[in-house]
């Protein structure tokens, strides 16, 4: 008996030493409070990670939601969706492979973020580094996923949950399959080229499926002390049946600048362009899904263009503050679809004000406070009320 329970404790100590695990659960709750719908929602996230070895590290979390927003409670009740789940593999110092459902965004932000399932690596050599990577988008809740590309899709997005119909859950089938190449020491030690290519195959059971591809050239530069600079440029391509090819085209500049002083503080002014329809062959940018443009007011980036200034600071160790303004115009004034009556040929949609604060007492508690207004402009009818939301949200990591 002495002897089991020695073998016993032995295989217990030894396995504690050769794998290391990590556990534990999430608590998020947030509300939401506008002019068009109120809404509340907890999300209870349980994660667990295990290194198995030196080479070899897994993660999985999951996702329980539940939702009231208006006036009645968001379907499917409760929501579950698979989070991040992914496989690291180190095969080599500077060479690592990812697999499962995983993290990826393009290098500008403006083409696809977000989760996706699939698989990407990383090779670093002496000339930069490469990454590539292919994805599936059809096994990814559609709200999250957020996949509009087409009108079909659209439709598919927006249809109310049928429990007899698990394809009211899904996001539209998409393939993915990315090159980027990141070139640092362009132009100065700092500097940084970043050139990527995306390629999009619709493989849903539309009637009208849209392929695209992207080409996108960033550069990142730090002309002096405390100072950056971002350009970039965004060349699309589009087949589908309905039309012949057609080009969209998408830009951005940045310039950012860290405030001297105690204070950590940070300003910024961008803007981003994408193209409108011209014509035939030149056409409305159509990302895949990408990040909205604004917090009130928050346009698909699609024949539009935003101005923004942002001011970022830590007042305090556990107290951030955020202060954002833009303004909003579209480079196609015969699009209409910007949730609102336009009466105007004005390409003035409009300007948007949004403040924030975080506070983290503590490693694991994080609360959030945020609110701001969108003021109309020429470009809608003139009795068109101003938008506004208030949002407050609280994490606990246990």
Not at 17 to 25: C, E, K, P
Not at 125 to 137: E, M, V
Request: hydrophobic fraction near 40%; aromatic fraction near 16%; include cysteine.
């Amino acid at each position: 008996m002495k002897r089991l329970v020695f073998f016993a404790l032995f295989a217990a100590i030894f396995s504690a030493s050769a794998f290391s695990y990590d556990f534990g659960l999430v608590l998020d709750q947030g509300g939401k409070f506008s002019d068009d719908v109120n809404s509340y929602s907890a999300g209870f996230v349980p994660w667990f990670s295990w290194g198995t070895n030196e080479k070899l590290q897994l993660y999985f979390s999951g996702n329980l939601t539940i939702k009231y927003e208006g006036d009645d409670w968001h379907r499917p009740l409760p929501l579950f969706e698979i989070g991040r789940f992914e496989a690291d593999y180190m095969l080599a110092p500077g060479t690592a492979l990812k697999a499962g459902r995983i993290a990826y965004g393009d290098s500008s932000g403006l083409v696809a973020s977000g989760l996706f399932d699939g698989v990407n690596g990383n090779l670093d050599w002496r000339l930069g580094r490469l990454f590539l990577g292919a994805y599936y988008t059809g096994l990814l809740y559609k709200e999250t996923a957020e996949i509009t590309m087409t009108g079909e899709d659209s439709f598919d997005y927006y249809a109310p949950w049928d429990a007899d119909d698990m394809g009211s859950y899904f996001a539209p089938r998409r393939l993915l399959a990315t090159l980027r190449y990141d070139i640092p020491g362009i132009l100065g030690a700092l500097n940084n080229l970043s050139l990527e290519t995306i390629f999009q195959f619709d493989v849903s059971a539309h009637d009208n499926p849209l392929h695209s591809q992207y080409i996108e050239v960033g550069y990142a530069l730090f002309p002096i002390r405390y100072f950056q600079v971002d350009l970039g440029l965004i060349v699309e391509g589009m087949e589908s049946k309905a039309k012949n090819f057609q080009a969209a085209f998408a830009g951005y500049a940045d310039v950012k600048m860290d405030i001297p002083g105690s204070l950590k503080d940070r300003f910024s002014l961008g803007i981003r362009v994408s193209s409108g329809k011209a014509n035939d062959t030149v056409t409305a940018f159509n990302p895949i899904n990408g990040n909205s443009m604004g917090m009130v007011f928050a346009p698909k980036f699609s024949s539009i263009t935003v101005i923004s200034g942002i001011y970022e600071a830590r007042l305090l160790e556990t107290l951030s503050l955020d202060f954002e303004a833009r303004y909003f115009l579209r480079t196609d004034t015969s699009n209409t679809g910007y949730g609102g009556i336009i009466d105007s040929d004005s390409p003035g949609l409009g300007a948007e004000f949004y403040n924030s604060f975080i506070w983290a007492p503590l490693d694991d508690i994080s609360c959030t406070l945020g609110g701001g207004v969108f003021f109309p402009g020429k470009a809608f009818a003139s009795k068109t009320p101003v938008k506004w939301n208030i949002s407050m949200g609280l994490i606990l990591s246990l």
